[in-house]
Nanobody, 121 residues
């Protein structure tokens, strides 16, 4: 079994920064593409950014310049998202998503439970 657990969500003032983490654990053989999504109150879930196994990143237009994602495959199987210059419209629950091949050879798409980010003065 594979689990994804996000952490780092908090109440932040506008203009502040925040770092979110996504820890992947369990019977992991390999982790393919990792993705960050967010869902603001009353809105649909939207893609923030993706990162391949090799570290190639792709950002939604609104995320370019303020969001940075990374991953550590070698040691911790962790994905990270750093956001600078936070705005009230960044308030959302942020989710991690990853394609994982488990030790039994099965490949599945997993979601974390989400971590809440609130940007407010």
């Amino acid at each position: 079994q594979v689990q994804l657990v996000e952490s780092g969500g908090d109440l932040v003032q506008p203009g502040g920064s925040l770092r979110l983490s996504c820890a992947v654990s369990g019977s992991i053989f390999s982790i393919n593409q990792m993705r960050w999504y967010r869902q603001a109150p009353g809105n649909q879930r939207e893609l923030v950014a993706t990162i391949t196994t090799g570290g190639t990143t792709n950002y939604a237009e609104y995320a370019k310049g303020r969001f940075t994602i990374s991953r550590d495959n070698a040691k911790t199987n962790t994905g990270n998202q750093k956001t600078n210059s936070l705005k009230p419209e960044d308030t959302a629950v942020y989710y991690c998503n990853a394609g994982v091949v488990d030790t039994h050879g099965g490949g599945y798409n997993y979601w974390g439970q989400g971590t809440k980010v609130t940007v407010s003065a």
